[in-house]
């Protein structure tokens, strides 16, 4: 039995456009027009403020106080699910920092089981570390960070062959078969927690890694004798690139200065944690940013907050902000069913937003 359902709104954002005063026209479940508001016969009773695509967020460790590496069960990505879809992310990537393989290993089985069970929104498994570099490991433990084998990766890759779907390291750390073999399996490779000289980056990037991770963080700086990896991401004419915006990774005023010279290839993550005194990863909060050891370790946002601190800080227009936060991650992982755009033929995957950009609970 055909469903159909009205939703109107005084602005919606497709991911392209805006469009003024309309409704989106869903179908079971799919996207099917998005007309003006006034052309409809039967006129809605609610017009809410802004619909837009939803969020989605690469790299999030965990929620409710589970960290992903401490309690790698369906449980636990089911906290990261609750805790996304409350902050605008119908889709999320759960993320295990530099860990030991059996830690990883379990992480696999989790997303395994939570995707099996019919949990919604996880994408994959994002695998952070251990192959990276110890000089720009950050909060990461530098017992487990080590240099891969060809044997190694594989073995990994066959376990986690379907659920691992991106996987961060230090280019300069892994050679190009390795970059080579993950990419065969599907899987994005990103750069990041990495000393790579300016040269080593390019590199990198021209012969295939197409994204890089949590921009500024945990990698060489651009200095006017030493322009690094933070200099080649910026002159590279394709290459994409995280941001965590949250003020304390990276100041609002340099995120302005990124966005400039990034355009459309910069994009949001959360890089959130959980408050926990368990494991090698002992987040705690402090005031809205968590820190491991004295160490700035995640942060407290939800990719919504993302949208708002983008707007409100940086002074970023509304559009780009979402795009940043839904559209862009969307190019990155290259899955056809989450595009982060609200158009015909697609499905109808949008958040209601009140005036002030808070989350309205509103389902079709």
Same mark, same amino acid.
């Given at each position: ?19 003024? #005063? ?69 889709? $999320? ?50 017992? $487990? ?53 300016? #040269? ?5 990037? #021209? ?26 991401? !910026? ?16 100041? $609002? ?13 910069? !994009? ?19 005031? #809205? ?76």
């Amino acid at each position: 039995m055909n469903k159909t359902t009205y939703l109107s709104a005084h602005k919606i954002y497709s991911g392209k456009r805006w469009y003024e #005063d309309s409704t989106l026209v869903i179908e079971n479940e799919m996207v099917t027009a998005i007309v003006p508001t006034n052309s409809i016969t039967n006129q809605p009773t609610t017009i809410y403020p802004y619909i837009i695509p939803a969020l989605i967020d690469l790299q999030i460790y965990g929620a409710g106080g589970q960290l992903l590496s401490m309690h790698p069960n369906k449980e636990a990505i089911q906290r990261l699910y609750d805790y996304c879809t409350k902050g605008g992310a119908h889709w $999320f990537q759960p993320t295990v920092a530099t860990n030991s393989n059996q830690v990883i290993r379990a992480c696999v089985d989790a997303v395994s089981h939570y995707q099996i069970s019919g949990g919604k929104g996880c994408i994959g498994l994002h695998v952070e570390g251990p192959w990276i570099n110890n000089t720009k490991r950050g909060a990461h433990l530098t017992e $487990f960070i080590h240099v891969p084998t060809i044997k190694e990766v594989k073995e990994l890759l066959d376990y986690g062959k379907g659920i691992i779907t991106m996987i961060t390291l230090a280019p300069e750390i892994c050679n190009k078969a390795i970059v080579d073999l993950i990419h065969s399996y599907g899987v994005v490779v990103s750069a990041g927690h990495s000393d790579a000289n300016y #040269d080593e980056a390019m590199n990198a990037f #021209d012969v295939g890694i197409k994204t890089a991770t949590h921009l500024f963080n945990a990698m060489s700086p651009l200095q006017h004798r030493a322009p690094g990896m933070v200099g080649a991401i !910026f002159n590279h004419p394709s290459v994409m690139c995280s941001i965590v915006p949250d003020g304390y990774h990276v100041d $609002f005023e340099v995120i302005k200065i990124a966005k400039k010279q990034l355009g459309n290839r910069l !994009f949001a993550i959360t890089d959130a944690v959980t408050n926990t005194t368990e494991g090698p990863y002992p987040h705690q909060l402090n005031g #809205d940013k968590y820190e491991a050891n004295g160490i700035l370790s995640g942060s407290a946002l939800t990719m919504l907050k993302s949208v708002q601190n983008l707007v409100h800080k940086p002074g970023i227009e509304l559009g780009e902000a979402i795009n940043m936060c839904s559209l862009y991650p969307a190019q990155v992982m290259a899955i056809n069913h989450i595009s982060g755009i609200i158009e015909p033929g697609n499905t109808a995957d949008y958040i209601c937003l009140n005036n002030d950009l808070q989350l309205l609970n509103i389902q079709a």
